[in-house]
């Protein structure tokens, strides 16, 4: 990619839609919810896309959490809220809200099989995995607390009632390590096996909500890989890895992040432990799991798995960034609208074969966050026309998200203004993109909309009015179900306003092949789709932030779920 400096960025952001708009002739006739929403011309591709493309740069490394970038991109967004003329809420009247993160740094791991029979316990094999050696097994991520358990073998590691598929039924998974084939075989000969639904992420789920020690991948379908994998592992060690929020450590609260142990092991051991001959024999074992898929049952091995990680701790500093907007109405400005997204991403990393090793995150997070950026210019734009919302609004980009959702996480315990006087959460990530159910159906305009009803009727009668008044993008509800092996509904910063029993809704294009990659960047955004679900996030602010009463959290089932989360 070419090298252009942020000054120069800023410059041709700075030159960006400064223009006059017909909409500062005010009509009084109108109400002010009429006023208001008359506002969304502001948000275009003439705003966002130099913001974005500054923000999304390679000069911003990446954004990662608890690094200098981080800070650039936090300072980014302040100046530019400054501009707009949002008042700073954070710190000693800052914009920024400060927070300390625990690092780990891993040295290395130890790994210790030993092997069952009758009263007698043998060790008999142990390998560590460090920077300039691999072991008999790869961690993918977790397992930075010592680990220890019985391992058992779960097939593909997956239920699917409706198909017959029960591979993690009668048998106790608790403190277990489970051994499973890699690649989820939902597809074989034009036959679905599996529903195609249940992927990796979901069988994660479906094995670590049941208490299970860890995971054992075996890559049985493409053995050779292993290899790649553990030499690729070896650059993590001495790099900073799980961070938590500081306070929770230091008050006994537990740490943020995956604690189990999820890690690939060496197929030749894998053969050992399924009482195989070769690599070979593994190979053909799973395929003939295939054919029998159904008949398949959970088994004990005789044998136990030791973990015990080597590591170091370091303190960083992190922030949120807050901006505020005081509403008009004497007695509802004390309630608030909250507007969130992330603008962390996940730095440098390894390259991809081009050579990129920084990871823009120009889709996720850049586009909510300059999408709220853009959300702010509208309401400041009104402001300057004497057009104020009711209740107040406060904009809030949070860091961390990446890893583990710390920053939201922090901000609902320590709160700039009360979470019971908080009336909404609208949170957004990723919506510059489309994925492919929506490519193949060339549908562009649409948002996956997570929380609302789940939470609260109110709210999602609100969205759809607004939706009608705007962006008018079809409002997907696939993901939004208690019950969907996914559960998007705690997968972003939007579920500790919920946790909170604040009535939240997420707004989401999905997944795309960019995903967590140096090749997520700008020049593949849709500007005017990402307005569009921008333009309906602006109006149902307004009509929230308008409504006689603040929407009401009415779902008992979710209330059910959430109540051990607070």
Same mark, same amino acid.
């Given at each position: ?254 740490? #943020? *992040?995956?604690? $189990?142990?999820? +890690?690939?092991? @060496?197929?030749?051991?894998? !053969?050992?432990?399924? %009482?195989? /001959? ?88 850049? #586009? *909510?966050?300059? $999408?709220?950026? +853009?959300?702010? @210019?509208?309401?400041?734009? !009104?402001?300057?026309? %004497?057009? /104020? ?178």
């Amino acid at each position: 990619m070419k090298s252009v400096t942020i000054g120069l960025l800023i410059f041709i952001v700075g030159c960006a839609g400064s223009g006059p708009s017909s909409l500062e002739q005010s009509t009084a006739s109108l109400s002010d919810t009429e006023q208001l929403l008359g506002f969304q011309t502001e948000i275009s591709e003439d705003y966002l896309k130099p913001h974005l493309t500054a923000f999304a740069h390679d000069s911003m490394k990446g954004r990662e959490t608890g690094t200098i970038s981080e800070k650039i991109a936090a300072r980014y967004l302040a100046d530019e809220y400054k501009q707009l003329g949002l008042k700073p809420v954070g710190d000693n009247g800052s914009y920024f809200q400060n927070f300390k993160l625990h690092a780990s740094k891993s040295d290395s791991i130890v790994f210790e099989l030993f092997e069952k029979s009758e009263n007698k316990r043998e060790r008999i094999n142990r390998s560590v995995a460090r920077s300039n050696q691999t072991a008999n097994f790869a961690r993918l991520f977790g397992g930075q607390d010592s680990l220890k358990g019985q391992i058992i073998f779960a097939g593909f590691g997956v239920n699917d009632q409706e198909r017959g598929v029960a591979h993690l039924d009668s048998i106790n998974l608790k403190d277990k390590w489970v051994m499973v084939f890699r690649d989820i075989p939902n597809l074989a000969d034009g036959d679905t096996l599996i529903d195609p639904k249940i992927d990796a992420r979901t069988r994660f789920q479906m094995v670590m909500r049941q208490d299970a020690a860890g995971i054992l991948v075996v890559p049985a379908s493409a053995p050779q890989e292993f290899d790649a994998i553990a030499k690729k592992m070896q650059d993590s060690f001495g790099e900073t890895g799980r961070m938590s929020l500081a306070y929770r450590n230091n008050n006994g609260g537990s740490s #943020s *992040g995956f604690s $189990g142990g999820y +890690n690939v092991v @060496k197929p030749e051991l894998a !053969a050992q432990l399924l %009482g195989l /001959k070769s690599v070979k024999e593994l190979t053909d074992y799973r395929q003939k799991l295939v054919s029998t898929i159904t008949e398949f049952q959970p088994k004990q091995l005789n044998y136990d798995l030791t973990q015990i990680p080597y590591s170091s701790q370091e303190t960083l500093n992190s922030r949120n960034v807050l901006a505020f907007l005081e509403g008009s109405d004497p007695e509802l400005k004390d309630e608030v609208v909250v507007l969130t997204s992330h603008y962390d991403h996940v730095g440098i990393g390894e390259p991809d074969s081009t050579g990129d090793r920084i990871y823009n995150g120009a889709d996720d997070d850049g #586009s *909510g966050t300059i $999408g709220l950026l +853009n959300i702010a @210019k509208a309401f400041s734009r !009104a402001k300057d026309d %004497g057009i /104020k919302p009711k209740r107040s609004i406060l904009f809030l980009n949070v860091s961390g998200e990446e890893k583990g959702l710390l920053g939201s996480r922090y901000y609902s315990d320590h709160p700039a203004f009360p979470m019971d006087k908080t009336v909404a959460n609208l949170n957004t990530d990723m919506i510059g993109r489309i994925d492919s159910t929506h490519k193949s159906k060339d549908v562009e305009k649409y948002a996956y909309i997570i929380g609302a009803e789940l939470i609260s009727s109110d709210l999602d009668s609100l969205i759809k009015a607004a939706n009608e008044r705007s962006g008018e993008i079809e409002l997907n509800k696939r993901y939004n179900d208690l019950n969907d092996p996914q559960q998007f509904y705690r997968r972003s910063d939007h579920w500790h306003f919920g946790r909170k029993q604040v009535p939240f809704a997420f707004f989401f294009t999905g997944v795309h092949e960019d995903y967590h990659r140096p090749s997520d960047e700008v020049h593949k955004i849709r500007f005017e789709k990402m307005a569009s679900i921008l333009r309906t996030m602006y109006a149902t602010t307004v009509m929230i932030a308008n409504a006689d009463n603040p929407p009401a959290v009415d779902n008992q089932q979710f209330i059910e779920i959430t109540k051990s989360d607070n």
